[in-house]
């Protein structure tokens, strides 16, 4: 079993930064993939960002990418996610993600291929 457990949200002006963090229990940490997904009010859930197992590879949407930064601390099994140049439309609620396998698969982006999710945190971005 594993718990994520995200922070780090709030609210922030356009052109502004955040760092989420998402802490997880269990063993299973430095062996899991990790991901960032985001819900903005009333659309489904999105892919963000996603680590491997190492922190040796990331992936980005599109629409993050050069803005965000995903990154690991396999020794306090922490995820990070940290934002900059935020926009009105990055406003969502941020869940952290994790998959029991060390590589980032096509169906883990997808949202299919995650094995536990977090509560989730919400961003709000100021225009």
């Known amino acids: 079993q594993v718990q994520l457990v995200e922070s780090g949200g709030g609210l922030v002006q356009a052109g502004g930064s955040l760092r989420l963090s998402c802490a997880a229990s269990g063993r299973s940490f430095s062996r899991s993939a990790m991901g960032w997904f985001r819900q903005a009010p009333g659309k489904e859930r999105e892919f963000v960002a996603a680590?491997?197992?190492?922190?040796?590879?990331?992936y980005y949407a599109d629409s993050v990418k050069g803005r965000f930064t995903i990154s690991r601390d396999n020794a306090k099994n922490t995820v990070y996610l940290l934002m900059n140049s935020l926009k009105a439309e990055d406003t969502a609620v941020y869940y952290c993600?994790?998959?029991?396998?060390?590589?980032?698969?096509?169906?883990?982006?997808?949202?299919?291929?995650?094995?536990?999710w977090g509560k989730g945190t919400l961003v709000t971005v100021s225009s």
């Open positions: 993600a994790a998959d029991l396998a060390a590589f980032v698969s096509g169906n883990f982006r997808s949202g299919g291929g995650v094995d536990y």
């Open positions: 680590i491997n197992s190492s922190g040796g590879s990331t």
